[in-house]
């Protein structure tokens, strides 16, 4: 996620979470803090996903790098097929981590 829409986003939490210190507020203190913990798991869920996708497209840069270095050998396609498994299912993993949270 972008670092700014997250530091707004909890900064405005802050806010809120000092105005239902007040007395006439206390009634908010319990959804503030189901609010910020939601986006916690947000933010996790987010960051874990960009990190299996960045570690993903680190997979596909050697499998493209060792596909260039076997340029003139033949390689089966079982081979190949094995080599990207792992990454689709990485991506795919990802996606539907993140896709929870829509």
């Not at 503030?32 to 570690?55: D, F, K, N, P, Y």
């Not at 079982?78 to 929870?100: E, K, M, N, T, Y």
Request: with cysteine; net charge negative; aromatic share 0%.
């Amino acid at each position: 996620m972008n670092a700014l829409i997250l530091s707004a986003v909890h900064h405005q939490l802050a806010q809120l979470q000092q105005l239902a210190d007040t007395p006439e507020h206390a009634a908010l203190r319990e959804p503030l803090s189901q609010l910020a913990s939601l986006c916690r798991r947000i933010e996790h869920t987010v960051s874990a996903g960009v990190s299996r996708l960045t570690r993903t497209g680190d997979g596909l840069q050697g499998l493209v790098e060792l596909l260039d270095c076997a340029e003139n050998q033949p390689l089966p396609a079982q081979r190949l097929a094995g080599l990207l498994a792992p990454l689709q299912q990485q991506v795919i993993d990802a996606s539907a981590d993140i896709g929870q949270l829509l």
